[in-house]
Structures are given as C-alpha cells and as structure tokens.
C-alpha cells in the first residue's frame, strides 16, 4: 500500500493507512481464502462476540 501512490510525508502516509487496512481486510479477495477476503476468517471479529 505504502508504493500505491507518492506521499508527501509520514502524517499523509499514516493516515492513509485505516482505509487501505479496511479494504485489504473486508473487501480484497485473497486467493489462498478462496476469493473471500481476511474478515471472513475472523471468528471473534466485531459484532461477532460469543
């Protein structure tokens, strides 16, 4: 993510951050999850408390 696009500085780089983080997380298809992305595999993950 840090080599997507150029920043200016580590406050722009840092803040950028959150929402690739989310995108990778809830969004991405990941081959080795068979296409599903990372949050599929969370058991405990946010509002998923047991």
Sequence with gaps: WIYS?????????ADA???W?????Y???HT???GKPPITRVNNGPGRYT
């Design 21 to 25: 983080l989310h995108t990778y997380n």
């Design 27 to 29: 969004h991405r298809a």
């Design 32 to 34: 080795a999850l068979g």
């Design 17 to 19: 951050l959150p929402g």
């Design 5 to 13: 696009r150029p920043f200016t500085n580590g406050q722009d780089r």
